[in-house]
């Protein structure tokens, strides 16, 4: 009588991929579902945005800011067989993909979206038919938001598994070929873990998935070669061996410097590229202090231990209203909480709120008092009043949300039902 070894306990982003990658058996069309595609027909706006897609196309390109911080309009122009954050948008139906592919005008469109998206990344499609990739003049910069946004991680995620639905399917590889090769020019360093375990395992064909690895194995050997004869380097050995090791066979060897990089999001438990919010906090009265416009016209922003100034990792201790860094900088931020035990923090770069105690984002669309904060830095940050389509304030009774330090939070999920209570629909 053979034996037969222990089963290995596959991760929840091996089974989302596997799940993914077999076209989710099991899951059933939905005839009457069409807001996908009602879409890209250019038909219907997007809900909470209230954007028609040829108008996104031709107004929201180049717009880094508004792209940043608005987060419904991803799960409508990329959408996939999965619920998204967004709960006013739909999953994708099969019937759908079908219509979208069929029509030139809508596939056309899926394309621009993909190219908004690229632009917004650093990138652009310099071929059509082979899905071949080129940096923009704005590069740099936009590298390095990609590099300390673990949201936009997410959303890559989600962008390559709507490609694979749209018939697009050949556009996946030559983006990681180009990630792959950015990381050994020295940029999207941030980026080699989830390349490594979620951008990569989307792609359905095993051939490519094999020759992305190879290539990116056979770079980092000769850059290690390069390195020994060089002094002068853009990528150390140390580097070149990280890489090695991340797309070799066998048990992955982890890396305390992206691991680090990556302390925002845990994607074992999230692989869908969906940021899930938590519903309740019991710290926020007592740790937010209310400003007005003015006094926060007046703050300082800045670290006011260490001096330290980017915008992206720059945290608001909401009891005191004094500016500290993040856990990516000195981590001022945490050693305040833990010297004055105030908790709630908001990031001055995507405006979500953080309970150090929860170790959770609040949502600030469903807690009074993060809703009322908000709303003031929103006005001051964009100068602008918060969207028309939220100001009907906090959608549930005073409820809250999740995740980790320094990225986003986003809007959140919202019952359909509340919205057309608010006369937002």
């Excluded at 592919?101 to 499609?125: N, Q, T």
């Excluded at 926060?296 to 915008?311: A, I, L, S, T, W």
């Excluded at 709630?344 to 953080?354: H, K, P, R, T, V």
Aim: hydrophobic share 30%.
């Amino acid at each position: 009588m053979s034996r037969q070894g222990p089963k290995l306990k596959r991760s929840r982003s091996q089974l989302d991929v596997e799940r993914y990658r077999r076209g989710y058996p099991g899951q059933k069309d939905d005839l009457n579902l069409t807001e996908n595609k009602d879409f890209y027909f250019n038909e219907v706006p997007c809900k909470p945005d209230g954007n028609f897609i040829d108008k996104i196309h031709n107004e929201w390109f180049g717009k880094y800011k508004m792209l940043e911080y608005h987060h419904g309009y991803i799960q409508w122009l990329f959408p996939i067989r999965e619920k998204g954050m967004n709960w006013l948008s739909q999953p994708l139906q099969l019937h759908e993909a079908r219509a979208i592919c069929a029509d030139a005008k809508a596939h056309e469109r899926v394309i621009k979206s993909y190219e908004l998206m690229l632009d917004f990344y650093g990138m652009k499609l310099v071929d059509r038919e082979t899905g071949a990739l080129a940096r923009t003049a704005r590069f740099k910069k936009r590298y390095a938001n990609l590099s300390d946004s673990a949201h936009n991680w997410l959303r890559v995620t989600r962008i390559l598994k709507c490609l694979g639905e749209m018939n697009l399917e050949h556009y996946k590889k030559p983006f990681l070929l180009h990630i792959a090769k950015e990381m050994f020019e020295g940029y999207l360093r941030a980026c080699l873990r989830s390349l490594s375990m979620y951008w990569l395992p989307v792609l359905k064909n095993k051939q490519d998935r094999e020759e992305v690895k190879e290539y990116i194995k056979r770079i980092a050997s000769e850059e290690k070669k390069n390195n020994q004869k060089k002094r002068a380097r853009p990528v150390s050995d140390d580097d070149s061996e990280e890489f090695e090791d991340e797309f070799s066979d066998g048990k992955e060897k982890e890396s305390k410097t992206v691991e680090e990089k990556f302390n925002a999001v845990d994607l074992e438990t999230n692989p869908s590229g969906v940021l899930e919010l938590a519903q309740s906090c019991e710290h926020v009265e007592e740790n937010i202090q209310q400003l007005d416009a003015k006094e926060v016209k007046n703050m300082e922003m800045k670290c006011q231990r260490c001096g330290y100034d980017k915008e992206y990792n720059l945290w608001v201790d909401m009891a005191s209203h004094q500016v500290f860094c993040g856990r990516d900088a000195s981590g001022c931020m945490i050693e305040e909480t833990q010297q004055t035990g105030h908790c709630i923090a908001m990031c001055l770069g995507d405006l979500s709120f953080w309970c150090y105690k929860c170790d959770k984002f609040l949502d600030h669309l469903k807690i009074k008092s993060v809703y009322s904060a908000y709303a003031v830095w929103h006005l001051h940050k964009f100068d602008e009043p918060v969207p028309t389509s939220f100001q009907g304030g906090p959608m549930v009774e005073d409820r809250d949300p999740p995740l980790g330090d320094q990225h986003h939070a986003g809007h959140p999920q919202t019952e359909e039902s509340s919205w057309e209570e608010n006369g937002n629909i």
